[in-house]
């Protein structure tokens, strides 16, 4: 760019047009063991290059272009400016970083005595009788504030399910180095690694649920959200070497 206008070459990437999408007071950036002044200070709008955008703002909520029930248009419309005003920091008062905001009744769940099981039973109301119907869970997902809500919710879906199931356990054992050390031997047992549980990590018990066919040394299945939805995957078979 700077041969074709050498003025070009003091301009923020060459004088090209850049276009970024996304609300940078919504999606924060992910500051690893960041405090919070970390994260404000990696937001777009503290850059040097800040000073040489223009902020271009979306008005319309283009979702209810396509609802032609009026009610339930205003509903919606009542419930995205509900949320923008959380989101603009406008609701509940004085806000210098602590506010307390009223949630809307028709979006709070009565827990009765078990918390998990109401959940469930308002957002899955049919899981008991598709339990066998692998494209029943194609477009669910669990989302918790932490692994171990998650494994409490995973867990209650596990134990409603009718069909047949089956626990395979992983095998786990440290390698062994060049140099031995008994104390890192009695250290990393088995059962150490078997308690590990973290993100991105298999869990020491996998329990199988939407599977085709099972049985002890082979787990026939299929992917239910990939591009290849529908295909078996390969059978992890045991040998005899």
């Not at 700077?2 to 924060?28: C, W």
């Not at 919070?36 to 937001?43: E, G, L, R, T």
């Not at 899955?124 to 339990?131: C, H, I």
Request: net charge negative.
């Amino acid at each position: 760019m700077g041969a074709v206008d050498p003025s070009n070459s003091n301009k923020p990437f060459g004088g090209k047009t850049i276009v970024f999408g996304g609300d940078f007071r919504q999606i924060l950036p992910v500051i690893p063991k960041g405090s919070h002044q970390d994260i404000v200070n990696a937001i777009i709008n503290t850059s040097s290059i800040w000073k040489d955008s223009i902020v271009l703002r979306l008005t319309k909520y283009m979702l209810l272009q396509n609802i032609s029930d009026s009610d339930e248009r205003d509903e919606l419309a009542s419930f995205v400016d509900w949320i923008a005003s959380i989101r603009d920091g406008t609701l509940g008062g004085s806000n210098d970083g602590c506010a307390s905001i009223d949630i809307l009744d028709d979006i709070i769940l009565d827990p009765s005595d078990d918390p998990v099981a109401t959940i469930m039973e308002s957002i899955y109301p049919m899981f008991k009788n598709s339990t066998e119907d692998p494209s029943y869970l194609k477009d669910k997902v669990i989302l918790a504030p932490s692994l171990e809500v998650v494994e409490c919710i995973s867990q209650y879906m596990s134990e409603m399910n009718s069909a047949d199931v089956h626990t395979y356990l992983s095998s786990d054992s440290a390698s062994k180095s060049d140099f031995d050390n008994d104390f890192l031997a009695d250290l990393h047992t088995p059962e150490f690694f078997n308690s590990i549980k973290c993100s991105g990590t298999s869990k020491h018990e996998l329990t199988q649920i939407a599977a085709t066919e099972l049985v002890k040394a082979v787990i026939f299945t299929s992917h239910l959200t990939t591009p290849e939805a529908g295909e078996t995957l390969i059978p992890m078979r045991t040998t005899q070497s």
